[in-house]
Each structure stands twice: as structure tokens, then as C-alpha cells.
């Protein structure tokens, strides 16, 4: 790749999904080596798993990044923020979902955001099993693998469909919401990880409820969702960040959102 230096205000969204996308193609090919093929894992100090596909995933992201644009900053999930006083920062989960990549269930993804001075401006959400890539950022609709896709527009919570994230972790931490949560919508789904927010970023169901979660586990996932029409917030309806403490809730419309803060935090 030909280094850029471009200051951010001259990198255009259609450039930076340009860039998403080729990694996510590259990613892909590099997580499916390791994929059902006994890859060993460890365990970090908070106990979640990591493999050498999410190390080697993660180190070849980065390679291209620094490679095309070396004076930006990247926060890479297994590796930490390297130059995050940068305008530009890319934020990196090489394997989202890697308790489903260990298991042998296709579910896991990649997720790419780019942030300019601290602002959301794009994202991808990769899914190497399943050959999709999601896009979308500021000003550009959202795509998957190059086609457009749209949110349901679903406004009605009694009518919706309704996924919930970290189920364990909500029941825990937070019985008496959950519980509201179980009792709401026509249909629920538990799941994990990025795939329930690209299937609500595609129009096939409605909102997702999510739970602690970490700046590479969510901006890129917004960045999409939004870019789909859809609203993405914390439980207090406040824009995602960097500081963001990790409760998400994701929705097909504005009215639907603020049903589901409602019920969340009632």
C-alpha cells in the first residue's frame, strides 16, 4: 500500500469503508485458517478467551493500517491504544464472538470503526463464516456485501422483534429490567456478540439489547446501524464514545428506542 498522511477532514467515509472492507476480505481469509482447526486457547486476566487468530488477525490489521496510514492511532482489542492523542483512530476486534469461535460456531465476526477527533465516522462488521461484510458510516447508507440495506422502521414494541445480548450477564446484574425485557416485544431472541446488530442494520429484526461491552464491541457496530437508519445509544439514550460504560440499546426507530429506554430503565 502507498502511505497517506491525509489530515482526517481530507479522508472521505466512501475512503475509509474503502479501506474496511479490504481488510475485512483480508481478515476473513486469516480467521478462517484457524477456523474448527483445534486452534489452542488461553485465558486472560477478566477470564475471556484468546486465541492465536484473534493475535494474528489483530497484528495483520494493524500492519495494513500503519502501512497506509502511519500517522493515525489504533486500538486494538488484544493489544491495547497505540497513539490515542492522534485525530484519527481506528478501533479493532479481530474475532468478535471468539467463545463461538472456539466452540466451531460461525457467529463470529470482525468489527472495524474509524474515529475522527473523537467522533464516529465508519464502520464494518465482517462475518468470515458466513461471507457478509456490513458498512456504513456518516452520509454513506449501509451496505452488505455492496448491496444496500435499510432497519425494519418498526415503531410499535409490542410488535417487535427483540434480541438480547449477554442474557447471563442481564439476568445478573440487572433481574429486574431483564425480566421486563423477557415479558416485551411479539418475538425474543438471546444471542452474543456483533451478528444480532447487522441482522437489525438489515431489516430482519428490530432492536437489540446489549451489555458489557467495550469500545471495539460497539462503535463499529453503530457506526453500521445507524448508517441503516436505525438509532443507537446507551441505556440513558446518550451517543456512544470511547468512555461509553457498555450498555447498548440499538433500534429499528426513534419511537421504538425510547420504548425500550423506558422498559429498561423503568
Given amino acids: 500500500m502507498t502511505p497517506t498522511s491525509s489530515p482526517s477532514e481530507q479522508l472521505s467515509v466512501d475512503a475509509i469503508l474503502k479501506d474496511c472492507l479490504t481488510w475485512a476480505v483480508m481478515s476473513a481469509e486469516t480467521a478462517l485458517g484457524f477456523f474448527r482447526q483445534g486452534t489452542a486457547v488461553d485465558f486472560k486476566a477478566d477470564l475471556s478467551p484468546v486465541t492465536l487468530a484473534d493475535q494474528t488477525v489483530e497484528k495483520e490489521l494493524k500492519a495494513a493500517i500503519n502501512a497506509k496510514y502511519p500517522d493515525h492511532g489504533i486500538f486494538g482489542e488484544e493489544t491495547g491504544i497505540e497513539g490515542g492523542d492522534k485525530d484519527c483512530l481506528w478501533v479493532i476486534d479481530p474475532i468478535d464472538?471468539?467463545?463461538?469461535?472456539?466452540?466451531?460456531?460461525?457467529?463470529?465476526?470482525?468489527?472495524?470503526?474509524?474515529?475522527?477527533?473523537?467522533?464516529?465516522?465508519?464502520?464494518?462488521?465482517?462475518?468470515?463464516?458466513?461471507?457478509?461484510?456490513?458498512?456504513?458510516?456518516?452520509?454513506?447508507?449501509?451496505?452488505?456485501?455492496?448491496?444496500?440495506?435499510?432497519?425494519?422502521?418498526?415503531?410499535?414494541?409490542?410488535?417487535?422483534?427483540?434480541?438480547?445480548?449477554?442474557?447471563?450477564?442481564?439476568?445478573?446484574?440487572?433481574?429486574?429490567?431483564?425480566?421486563?425485557?423477557?415479558?416485551?416485544?411479539?418475538?425474543r431472541r438471546f444471542g452474543y456478540d456483533c451478528y444480532p446488530h447487522a441482522l437489525l442494520a438489515a431489516g430482519h429484526v428490530d432492536a437489540v439489547i446489549d451489555y458489557d461491552l467495550k469500545p471495539y464491541d460497539f462503535l463499529a457496530v453503530s457506526a453500521v446501524v445507524e448508517a441503516a437508519g436505525g438509532v443507537v445509544s446507551d441505556w440513558q439514550g446518550k451517543p456512544l464514545t470511547l468512555e461509553s460504560d457498555g450498555a447498548v440499546v440499538s433500534a429499528a426507530s426513534p419511537e421504538l428506542h425510547a420504548a425500550l429506554l423506558k422498559l429498561m430503565n423503568s
Fill in 97 to 187: 464472538g471468539t467463545r463461538s469461535f472456539i466452540s466451531g460456531n460461525p457467529l463470529f465476526g470482525m468489527l472495524i470503526a474509524f474515529l475522527s477527533k473523537g467522533r464516529l465516522q465508519a464502520g464494518a462488521i465482517s462475518m468470515p463464516a458466513l461471507n457478509e461484510v456490513y458498512c456504513g458510516g456518516v452520509g454513506v447508507p449501509a451496505t452488505c456485501n455492496g448491496n444496500p440495506i435499510r432497519v425494519s422502521g418498526q415503531r410499535n414494541l409490542d410488535e417487535a422483534v427483540i434480541y438480547i445480548n449477554e442474557g447471563e450477564k442481564l439476568l445478573a446484574d440487572h433481574p429486574r429490567a431483564t425480566a421486563r425485557l423477557l415479558q416485551a416485544g411479539q418475538t
